[in-house]
């Protein structure tokens, strides 16, 4: 048996230990195009503010995929599948045929069309540990001491944290007319803002940048307001796509992102894809979606793994969820947390230093946002993710000391004795 | 199949005397004499377990080292591991970062976070270094039990 | 008068210096006894509210709790002792009965301690128990006068009597009738988890089954009370034994009382009767005022129950114990209890507990002997019951004319009860006598079996050790074999109603 995996995030690198778990003799080639394996993109933002070592940017190493009998092709790019051979090509030509294949190459940075934008210095994207390499070398070798950040997201924010914390004045610019718009309540999005301000970082919201000026390199942006913003640095953090193009014309059927069953197996027998990259359901609403974030390409890598070596496991679906901490004050958004409408109960609970919110929705929880305490937000995670009937409990849901005391005997007596599965066997 | 060992809640019989909390503190401090540490240990760990407690019912929670845990499949840093000696989940302090993801999934809410040092605080282990669980030593009605499980 | 108050009956002891502030004692007291000042960081102790059951000493962690007697005393006055001056008070106070639980305490008709056993010297040898069989299994039940036997065909012997059902006993010793609604559902579970392992029976008591406690029905007798609670035909054929009570050592002559407060949704189901209302137990059986009425409930019971279970009958030792117990074997009681002035109570009036009945000691000995007299003491076994507290007390009943013994107290006592003798308030900080879910569940009953079975193995092998060296090695043979027995301190007359002899006095 010989696997193949495509790409070396978190969702390749779980499948490849699933199999190792299941099958300890097949063959598992690892490509890549990465030229790091087995490091964290989240950390990235983390080792240019200077928290984190270089040595601690692998939450994997490659010796222990070596260990485990796996082979490694790094810097190598896969640019077809071809479906009636069994096999990927590579940049290089190289055919490698596989039994079971899994694409779990994430996504990439989305690039809008601006006026000025091409063939200049200073200007980024910013998911991997190259594209932090090259900022850290471009803030340092020209003293860069104002940034712009487009977009308001988790990224953005994060980006923005690293580059104040090298001493950078940083401006965020989103189109929305708040930031953290989608994972985030208006509520908890201006906490969040208070908190970056205390840091003196600007956020102008309800705005974009339409123009980047400059002879060689970035000297300023305009936005669509006409402000004009000064600054040696652009960092463009709108959000990722699926790595779908390669697919085209392949067999393999594509959406926003890679189609996949429960299983994580595309339209197309033996081949599986899990990640940033696969489009699956959202457990709460049933709708097709990307959930780009790292426990689902976790566990859904898992799935395709455990499956793609010959057992039968189910995966029931993602929701999205969030944690961050700016300008310390941790927050986290698990589920559907931003919505309006007859169908939701919403309870809040507001002191001027917390906020916490749940959603309700036919009963059950689908939704929950912490601001400042989120120390058992991880219940609430659970408790979505069971679809738990929360009648009997929903008035405590914001108690102080809600906890698992809480819940009907029978259910937190199962969770007591064993422990809450997220897949299914 | 690997051979875990787990702490057993039993809610049925816990007393709720809160008596598992100290025994984790002191095991933590490292010595058992609870009136050398409350007297001359300026600064107390926090304890390891948590009494729930709703009306008649109590229940001391710590960490039940999932086999499929959340917390495992959350960090991005690989900070938390499981501990191949002892089965139990860990967490390495230099190279977690605080991001909270841990915190957000654990279905169980017993990660606790180190607000000071921005970092997860260091969580049961089923006391490794000692042996057997202090908590589980010390439950005078048995309500936490130390049991193998296969997975 | 200007009223003083009434004087705690204990004091709470805690050593500053030891108590590390977890709080356990403050949590735990069901009386709000224990309380911590937030503002002196110290814990205190409303000594009033002490009941004296230990619990709080026995839980904190560092032994800094010291629970004690209150030294208070008037003036050692032996015929006014505190205990009667501070129920005066109390009853100048209330206008009340004065309530109690447990059994009597006075120190008075101990004849236990004034009887000592013998052993072989020389003239007859000892058994080492480690060595040889020593067979400490009884049965209770009636039994043959003599036994026909009978040969087939093929030259096999086969027994022609029918033999009576019998309990089979693989120690003396069986838990006494305590019902739930008096203890706890987590009590029945140990004693009926004890009385497994170990193979003897438990009995549910007056207040009915428990759904709970059916799986237990080859180690359980069912009792009938003057309430009838729960008696239904599913009922008497759930259990190996059907027990009719007729009185109770800690309160004979009188009935009970649970209060509706205490009849939750799990004892009405039980007990079969509406949530919330008084269950009263009558004085008298309202069908029994004549041993032919007995006799008609027994027999009732034995075609209910298609005579393959054991009906006994149970009394409080009194004045008549001897001719009643004669009346309940002849009225068909297939093994009989008495139960002494010491038997213990979930409840009853302290006069009557303290005062009425007579010893158990005499009451056994004058019953076998009647029996005997009659010509009937085949035809059921004696069991007795109240204040039996140790291997001794088993031997020295049996030798005076027991079957077997019912425990009760010494159970709860290994189950961790501290004879506060509160549990008629229902607050036990054990887990015994209470429903308070809160409290039921510091009684686990995996330790509490465990507990009770060390308790019955020990005492086995204790009764081992006595018999052999006693040259005897099987319990049965010790059974009304007074000579085993002598009275230290003890007249004549009590000599003599006991059928032993003083010590010194050979063969
Ligand atoms: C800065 C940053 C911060 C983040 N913070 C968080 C956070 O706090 N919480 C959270 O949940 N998520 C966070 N994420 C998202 C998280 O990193 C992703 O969800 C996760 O990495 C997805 O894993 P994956 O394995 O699906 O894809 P990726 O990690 O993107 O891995 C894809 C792999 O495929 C390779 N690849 C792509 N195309 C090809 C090809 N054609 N041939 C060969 N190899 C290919 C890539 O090189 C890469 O190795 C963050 C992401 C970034 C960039
Ligand atoms: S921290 Fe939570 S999720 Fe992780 S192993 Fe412990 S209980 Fe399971
Ligand atoms: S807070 Fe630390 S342990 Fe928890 S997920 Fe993040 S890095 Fe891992």
Same mark, same amino acid.
């Given at each position: 048996?010989?696997?193949?995996?495509?790409?070396?995030?978190?969702?390749?690198?779980?499948?490849?230990?699933?199999?190792?778990?299941?099958?300890?003799?097949?063959?598992?080639?690892?490509?890549?195009?990465?030229?790091?394996?087995?490091?964290?993109?989240?950390?990235?933002?983390?080792?240019?503010?200077?928290?984190?070592?270089?040595?601690?940017?692998?939450?994997?190493?490659?010796?222990?995929?070596?260990?485990?009998?796996?082979?490694?092709?790094?810097?190598?790019?896969?640019?077809?599948?071809?479906?009636?051979?069994?096999?990927?090509?590579?940049?290089?030509?190289?055919?490698?045929?596989?039994?079971?294949?899994?694409?779990?190459?994430?996504?990439?940075?989305?690039?809008?069309?601006?006026?000025?934008?091409?063939?200049?210095?200073?200007?980024?994207?910013?998911?991997?540990?190259?594209?932090?390499?090259?900022?850290?070398?471009?803030?340092?070798?020209?003293?860069?001491?104002?940034?712009?950040?487009?977009?308001?997201?988790?990224?953005?924010?994060?980006?923005?944290?690293?580059?104040?914390?090298?001493?950078?004045?940083?401006?965020?610019?989103?189109?929305?007319?708040?930031?953290?718009?989608?994972?985030?309540?208006?509520?908890?999005?201006?906490?969040?803002?208070?908190?970056?301000?205390?840091?003196?970082?600007?956020?102008?919201?309800?705005?974009?940048?339409?123009?980047?000026?400059?002879?060689?390199?970035?000297?300023?942006?305009?936005?669509?307001?006409?402000?004009?913003?000064?600054?040696?640095?652009?960092?463009?953090?709108?959000?990722?796509?699926?790595?779908?193009?390669?697919?085209?014309?392949?067999?393999?059927?594509?959406?926003?992102?890679?189609?996949?069953?429960?299983?994580?197996?595309?339209?197309?027998?033996?081949?599986?894809?899990?990640?940033?990259?696969?489009?699956?359901?959202?457990?709460?609403?049933?709708?097709?979606?990307?959930?780009?974030?790292?426990?689902?390409?976790?566990?859904?890598?898992?799935?395709?793994?455990?499956?793609?070596?010959?057992?039968?496991?189910?995966?029931?679906?993602?929701?999205?969820?969030?944690?961050?901490?700016?300008?310390?004050?941790?927050?986290?958004?698990?589920?559907?947390?931003?919505?309006?409408?007859?169908?939701?109960?919403?309870?809040?609970?507001?002191?001027?230093?917390?906020?916490?919110?749940?959603?309700?929705?036919?009963?059950?929880?689908?939704?929950?946002?912490?601001?400042?305490?989120?120390?058992?937000?991880?219940?609430?995670?659970?408790?979505?993710?069971?679809?738990?009937?929360?009648?009997?409990?929903?008035?405590?849901?914001?108690?102080?000391?809600?906890?698992?005391?809480?819940?009907?005997?029978?259910?937190?007596?199962?969770?007591?004795?064993?422990?809450?599965?997220?897949?299914?066997? | 199949?690997?051979?875990?060992?787990?702490?057993?809640?039993?809610?049925?019989?816990?007393?709720?005397?809160?008596?598992?909390?100290?025994?984790?503190? *002191?095991?933590? %401090?490292?010595? @058992?004499?609870?009136?050398?540490?409350?007297?001359? #240990?300026?600064?107390? &760990?926090?304890?390891? /377990?948590?009494?729930?407690?709703?009306?008649?019912?109590?229940?001391?929670?710590?960490?039940?080292?999932?086999?499929?845990?959340?917390?495992?499949?959350?960090?991005?840093?690989?900070?938390?591991?499981?501990?191949?000696?002892?089965? *139990?989940?860990? %967490?390495?302090? @230099?190279?977690?970062?605080?991001?909270?993801?841990? #915190?957000?999934?654990? &279905?169980?809410?017993? /990660?606790?976070?180190?607000?000071?040092?921005?970092?997860?605080?260091?969580?049961?282990?089923?006391?490794?270094?000692?042996?057997?669980?202090?908590?589980?030593?010390?439950?005078?009605?048995?309500?936490?039990?130390?049991?193998?499980?296969?997975? | 008068?200007?009223?003083?108050?009434?004087?705690?009956?204990?004091?709470?002891?805690?050593?500053?210096?030891?108590?590390?502030?977890?709080?356990?004692?403050?949590?735990?007291?069901?009386?709000?006894?224990?309380?911590?000042?937030?503002?002196?960081?110290?814990?205190?102790?409303?000594?009033?509210?002490?009941?004296?059951?230990?619990?709080?000493?026995?839980?904190?962690?560092?032994?800094?709790?010291?629970?004690?007697?209150?030294?208070?005393?008037?003036?050692?006055?032996?015929?006014?002792?505190?205990?009667?001056?501070?129920?005066?008070?109390?009853?100048?106070?209330?206008?009340?009965?004065?309530?109690?639980?447990?059994?009597?305490?006075?120190?008075?008709?101990?004849?236990?301690?004034?009887?000592?056993?013998?052993?072989?010297?020389?003239?007859?040898?000892?058994?080492?128990?480690?060595?040889?069989?020593?067979?400490?299994?009884?049965?209770?039940?009636?039994?043959?006068?003599?036994?026909?036997?009978?040969?087939?065909?093929?030259?096999?012997?086969?027994?022609?009597?029918?033999?009576?059902?019998?309990?089979?006993?693989?120690?003396?010793?069986?838990?006494?009738?305590?019902?739930?609604?008096?203890?706890?559902?987590?009590?029945?579970?140990?004693?009926?988890?004890?009385?497994?392992?170990?193979?003897?029976?438990?009995?549910?008591?007056?207040?009915?089954?428990?759904?709970?406690?059916?799986?237990?029905?080859?180690?359980?007798?069912?009792?009938?009370?003057?309430?009838?609670?729960?008696?239904?035909?599913?009922?008497?054929?759930?259990?190996?034994?059907?027990?009719?009570?007729?009185?109770?050592?800690?309160?004979?002559?009188?009935?009970?009382?649970?209060?509706?407060?205490?009849?939750?949704?799990?004892?009405?189901?039980?007990?079969?009767?509406?949530?919330?209302?008084?269950?009263?137990?009558?004085?008298?059986?309202?069908?029994?005022?004549?041993?032919?009425?007995?006799?008609?409930?027994?027999?009732?019971?034995?075609?209910?129950?298609?005579?393959?279970?054991?009906?006994?009958?149970?009394?409080?030792?009194?004045?008549?114990?001897?001719?009643?117990?004669?009346?309940?074997?002849?009225?068909?009681?297939?093994?009989?209890?008495?139960?002494?002035?010491?038997?213990?109570?979930?409840?009853?009036?302290?006069?009557?507990?303290?005062?009425?009945?007579?010893?158990?000691?005499?009451?056994?000995?004058?019953?076998?002997?009647?029996?005997?007299?009659?010509?009937?003491?085949?035809?059921?076994?004696?069991?007795?019951?109240?204040?039996?507290?140790?291997?001794?007390?088993?031997?020295?009943?049996?030798?005076?004319?027991?079957?077997?013994?019912?425990?009760?107290?010494?159970?709860?006592?290994?189950?961790?009860?501290?004879?506060?003798?509160?549990?008629?308030?229902?607050?036990?900080?054990?887990?015994?006598?209470?429903?308070?879910?809160?409290?039921?569940?510091?009684?686990?009953?995996?330790?509490?079996?465990?507990?009770?079975?060390?308790?019955?193995?020990?005492?086995?092998?204790?009764?081992?050790?006595?018999?052999?060296?006693?040259?005897?090695?099987?319990?049965?043979?010790?059974?009304?074999?007074?000579?085993?027995?002598?009275?230290?301190?003890?007249?004549?007359?009590?000599?003599?109603?006991?059928?032993?002899?003083?010590?010194?006095?050979?063969?």
């Amino acid at each position: 048996m010989r696997y193949v995996i495509v790409g070396s995030g978190p969702a390749g690198l779980s499948a490849i230990e699933a199999i190792r778990e299941v099958d300890g003799e097949g063959e598992v080639i690892l490509i890549t195009a990465e030229k790091f394996v087995g490091y964290s993109k989240p950390l990235i933002t983390y080792l240019l503010g200077g928290k984190v070592t270089k040595e601690n940017m692998y939450y994997r190493t490659e010796e222990r995929l070596r260990e485990i009998n796996v082979e490694v092709r790094s810097a190598t790019k896969v640019e077809k599948v071809l479906v009636d051979e069994r096999a990927v090509v590579t940049h290089t030509g190289e055919k490698v045929v596989f039994d079971k294949l899994l694409l779990a190459v994430g996504g990439r940075p989305f690039v809008p069309k601006i006026e000025g934008l091409d063939q200049k210095e200073g200007i980024f994207t910013f998911t991997t540990w190259e594209d932090e390499e090259r900022i850290e070398e471009y803030v340092k070798r020209r003293g860069i001491t104002k940034a712009v950040v487009l977009g308001g997201g988790l990224i953005g924010l994060k980006t923005a944290e690293a580059l104040m914390d090298l001493g950078v004045k940083v401006t965020i610019v989103e189109v929305a007319d708040r930031i953290l718009p989608v994972t985030f309540d208006k509520k908890a999005s201006e906490m969040i803002e208070r908190a970056l301000e205390t840091l003196g970082c600007e956020v102008i919201t309800n705005d974009t940048v339409v123009e980047v000026r400059g002879r060689k390199a970035i000297s300023s942006v305009v936005l669509k307001s006409g402000k004009e913003i000064p600054t040696g640095l652009l960092v463009i953090a709108i959000g990722v796509r699926p790595n779908v193009e390669f697919l085209k014309g392949s067999g393999i059927e594509v959406n926003r992102g890679i189609l996949v069953n429960e299983r994580m197996e595309t339209n197309v027998e033996g081949i599986y894809a899990a990640g940033d990259c696969a489009e699956f359901y959202d457990l709460v609403d049933g709708q097709r979606k990307v959930i780009a974030i790292w426990p689902v390409a976790v566990a859904q890598g898992r799935v395709a793994g455990y499956n793609m070596a010959g057992r039968n496991v189910r995966y029931p679906g993602s929701i999205p969820m969030n944690s961050v901490e700016i300008a310390g004050v941790p927050t986290v958004s698990v589920g559907h947390s931003n919505v309006e409408g007859e169908e939701y109960e919403i309870f809040t609970y507001e002191d001027g230093r917390t906020y916490k919110k749940v959603v309700i929705k036919d009963n059950k929880l689908v939704g929950a946002i912490f601001v400042n305490d989120i120390d058992r937000a991880g219940i609430y995670t659970g408790l979505i993710l069971q679809k738990l009937d929360a009648s009997s409990f929903k008035e405590k849901l914001l108690a102080e000391d809600f906890g698992l005391v809480y819940l009907p005997r029978e259910f937190r007596k199962k969770m007591l004795e064993g422990e809450m599965r997220i897949w299914l066997e | 199949m690997i051979g875990v060992r787990k702490i057993l809640i039993r809610e049925e019989y816990c007393m709720g005397c809160k008596l598992c909390e100290i025994n984790c503190v *002191a095991a933590q %401090v490292g010595t @058992e004499n609870l009136i050398k540490i409350f007297r001359y #240990v300026p600064e107390l &760990p926090e304890p390891k /377990v948590i009494v729930e407690e709703h009306d008649y019912i109590t229940f001391a929670l710590q960490c039940r080292n999932c086999y499929d845990a959340s917390c495992l499949k959350a960090c991005m840093t690989g900070a938390m591991h499981r501990d191949p000696r002892t089965g *139990a989940i860990t %967490v390495n302090e @230099e190279k977690c970062v605080g991001c909270w993801m841990c #915190v957000m999934v654990c &279905p169980f809410g017993v /990660v606790k976070r180190n607000v000071k040092k921005k970092k997860v605080a260091s969580k049961c282990d089923l006391c490794a270094e000692r042996g057997s669980p202090a908590c589980v030593e010390g439950c005078p009605n048995e309500a936490l039990v130390l049991i193998e499980v296969r997975e | 008068m200007a009223k003083g108050k009434i004087p705690p009956e204990f004091l709470v002891e805690r050593d500053d210096y030891k108590c590390v502030r977890c709080l356990a004692c403050v949590r735990l007291c069901s009386y709000g006894a224990n309380y911590y000042d937030e503002n002196a960081k110290r814990v205190y102790t409303e000594n009033r509210k002490c009941v004296g059951c230990h619990f709080c000493e026995a839980m904190c962690p560092t032994e800094a709790i010291t629970v004690m007697r209150n030294p208070f005393e008037i003036k050692p006055l032996a015929h006014w002792t505190s205990e009667h001056l501070i129920d005066i008070m109390k009853q100048a106070e209330t206008g009340g009965v004065l309530l109690t639980s447990m059994g009597n305490d006075r120190p008075y008709f101990s004849y236990f301690d004034r009887i000592v056993l013998n052993a072989s010297q020389v003239t007859n040898p000892s058994i080492d128990p480690l060595r040889e069989p020593m067979e400490v299994r009884t049965y209770l039940g009636r039994k043959q006068m003599k036994l026909d036997l009978e040969e087939d065909e093929e030259g096999r012997v086969l027994l022609k009597t029918e033999i009576a059902p019998q309990l089979k006993l693989e120690v003396p010793v069986m838990f006494s009738a305590m019902s739930y609604g008096s203890i706890s559902l987590n009590a029945m579970l140990s004693l009926a988890e004890a009385a497994k392992t170990v193979g003897t029976y438990f009995n549910t008591g007056e207040g009915g089954l428990p759904k709970e406690l059916k799986r237990y029905g080859s180690n359980m007798i069912v009792q009938v009370a003057s309430g009838r609670f729960g008696v239904n035909v599913d009922y008497l054929n759930a259990g190996s034994a059907v027990e009719i009570k007729i009185g109770q050592g800690a309160k004979p002559g009188i009935g009970g009382h649970l209060p509706g407060e205490k009849v939750t949704e799990a004892i009405s189901e039980t007990r079969m009767i509406p949530v919330g209302t008084d269950a009263l137990s009558p004085a008298p059986h309202h069908d029994i005022y004549s041993i032919e009425d007995l006799r008609q409930l027994i027999y009732a019971i034995k075609e209910a129950t298609r005579y393959e279970k054991p009906v006994g009958v149970k009394i409080a030792a009194v004045h008549n114990v001897a001719p009643i117990a004669a009346g309940m074997v002849r009225a068909g009681a297939d093994y009989i209890v008495i139960d002494g002035i010491r038997g213990g109570t979930g409840a009853a009036p302290k006069v009557t507990r303290d005062h009425v009945g007579i010893p158990i000691e005499f009451a056994v000995a004058v019953v076998d002997q009647r029996l005997r007299e009659e010509g009937i003491r085949h035809m059921a076994s004696v069991v007795v019951a109240g204040g039996i507290r140790n291997s001794a007390d088993v031997i020295k009943a049996i030798a005076l004319g027991a079957d077997a013994v019912y425990i009760g107290t010494a159970a709860l006592v290994a189950l961790g009860c501290h004879l506060c003798q509160r549990c008629y308030l229902g607050k036990c900080n054990w887990g015994i006598a209470t429903q308070d879910p809160k409290l039921t569940k510091r009684l686990n009953p995996e330790i509490g079996a465990r507990r009770l079975v060390n308790l019955l193995r020990a005492w086995e092998h204790e009764i081992k050790e006595i018999l052999g060296g006693m040259g005897i090695n099987a319990i049965e043979s010790l059974r009304g074999n007074r000579d085993m027995l002598r009275g230290v301190g003890l007249h004549e007359y009590e000599l003599k109603l006991l059928g032993i002899k003083p010590a010194g006095e050979a063969w």
